[in-house]
């Protein structure tokens, strides 16, 4: 385990509250983006907004 799985699991957020809500709002997203295909193209601008493309990215192609 370290400290991105962590993270992930909601134990651990090294980047404080603004972070931790960031994040809460990517899985949100994520969520709608399972069903709506509008909301894909939300998640992806949000996730470059937010600098978390990269850590997000397998995750994201496997939408589509």
């Known amino acids: 385990v370290?400290?991105?799985d962590l993270e992930r699991r909601?134990?651990?957020a090294a980047e404080g509250p603004?972070?931790?809500r960031r994040k809460s709002e990517i899985e949100a997203l994520f969520n709608r983006?399972?069903?709506d295909q509008d909301a894909r193209s939300a998640l992806g601008?949000?996730?470059r907004d937010y600098g978390l493309f990269e850590e997000y990215e397998?995750?994201?192609l496997?939408?589509?």
């Open 18 to 20: 603004e972070g931790a």
């Open 45 to 47: 601008k949000k996730l």
């Open 62 to 64: 496997g939408l589509f």
């Open 10 to 12: 909601g134990h651990f």
């Open 2 to 4: 370290n400290v991105r």
């Open 58 to 60: 397998d995750r994201y």
């Open 33 to 35: 983006a399972e069903s």
